[in-house]
């Protein structure tokens, strides 16, 4: 299977070969990462996610910059159960377009969206509040978000993820909901994001917070060995099936290095029912989780690709932990006869 050139990939396709250093000052913005980016989709982030499982309710939270279109979009998702597209979340409010003034004039210190959105950077690295207030449709937010792992910076120095811990109070359509959970935070920049069409299998990005002191992410492809039924077609060889991951436990940081993803959608369908993943890092140490869908809604933030956001159970080792599989899929597979189930 071909496909674009890697420098013309998005983040979430580029492997990741080990991690990089990083500094407070990583939690502000990087417009001087932009300087020989020409590229349109030039993209910085900033992502915060949350549940309440026993509610089967899933929330994210982002802000994406375009510094060369000097144009931010941003907002939050907030829903229970299966949706069927974006707009049926109880909490639905996302801007395309803004000026980007509303984010950059405070450096991401303190920011506040045109539609009431806003994160404060209480400690770089550390702490977070991030409210919104809907007082039309009863929606609230109130979080405070608190490290319990150290960012794991990837080895360009352009992205990093974070175990968080979420505290306080989320309110849908009048219903209110005590949050207490784990979720892994992450932050990108300093790289185009092109909206090419791309013939790829879908990729997940998966997380899981089990403890404060044992989380993982992995990235990586439908592969070969983990879908055997596809008998080749729409899934990556496996040596080419992971681009990046890591397992935090006991105090260690580990890259992943090998992984074995088995992930089952019906068929026609684009929601993750179930995943079993196997992981391996650099410190050979196995982690064997085997995932339950509780959630799923889709997000399209750009035409070309379908995105579903998906909040999964985790069991692994007698621990049970919660987290996303965000599922990217492109629209050659989703036309495919493997999808539709014509094979």
């Known amino acids: 299977m071909t496909g674009p050139a890697a420098e013309t990939l998005p983040f979430f396709l580029r492997p990741n ?5 990083i500094r407070p000052e990583d939690d502000l913005l ?14 910085e982030t900033q992502y915060f996610g949350f549940c309440v499982p026993e509610a089967r309710l899933h929330g994210l939270t982002y802000v994406w910059w375009h510094p060369n279109l000097k144009v931010c979009s941003g907002g939050l998702f907030v829903y229970r159960g299966i949706k069927p597209t974006t ?40 702490k977070f509040h991030i409210t919104y207030a809907d007082e039309a449709n009863g929606n609230h937010l109130d979080l405070n978000a608190t490290a319990v792992l150290p960012p794991v910076m990837f080895e ?21 909901y005590a949050v207490d959970c784990y979720a892994i935070r992450d932050r990108s920049w300093g790289k185009p994001r092109p909206e090419t069409l791309m013939p790829f299998p879908p990729v997940s ?12 992410n992995c990235n990586a492809f439908d592969h070969a060995s983990g879908q055997p039924e596809r008998a080749g077609e729409w899934v990556m060889p496996d040596e080419r099936g992971l681009n990046s991951g890591w397992i935090f436990r006991e105090g260690t940081l580990g890259r992943v290095v090998k992984a074995t993803k088995r992930i089952t959608r019906a068929v026609s369908s684009t929601i993750c029912s179930a995943i079993d993943l196997q992981l391996v890092d650099e410190h050979g140490r196995v982690v064997h989780a085997r995932g339950t869908g509780i959630t799923s809604c889709p997000i399209q933030l750009w035409g070309n690709v379908w995105t579903v956001i998906n909040l999964i159970r985790w069991d692994c080792e007698g621990h049970v932990g919660y987290g996303d599989c965000q599922d990217v899929l492109f629209g050659s597979y989703l036309n495919s006869k493997v999808f539709k189930g014509e094979r």
Not at 93 to 115: E, G, P, Q
Not at 205 to 216: C, G, L, P, Q, R
Request: some cysteine; proline content about 2%.
């Open 156 to 176: 360009d120095g352009n992205h990093f993820e974070q175990s968080m811990r979420m505290k306080g109070e989320v309110t849908l359509r009048g219903s209110r």
């Open 205 to 216: 990005w998966m997380t899981a917070s089990f403890t404060d002191d044992f989380s993982f």
């Open 87 to 126: 707009v049926h979340a109880e909490l639905c409010d996302w801007r395309t377009y803004m000026n980007d003034a509303v984010i950059t004039k405070n450096d991401l210190h303190d920011y506040r969206l045109s539609n009431g959105f806003g994160v404060r950077i209480v400690e770089p690295l550390q």
């Open 30 to 43: 990087h417009p001087a990462s932009f300087a020989k980016i020409t590229d349109d989709s030039a993209t």
């Open 17 to 21: 070969s080990g991690f990089g250093r």
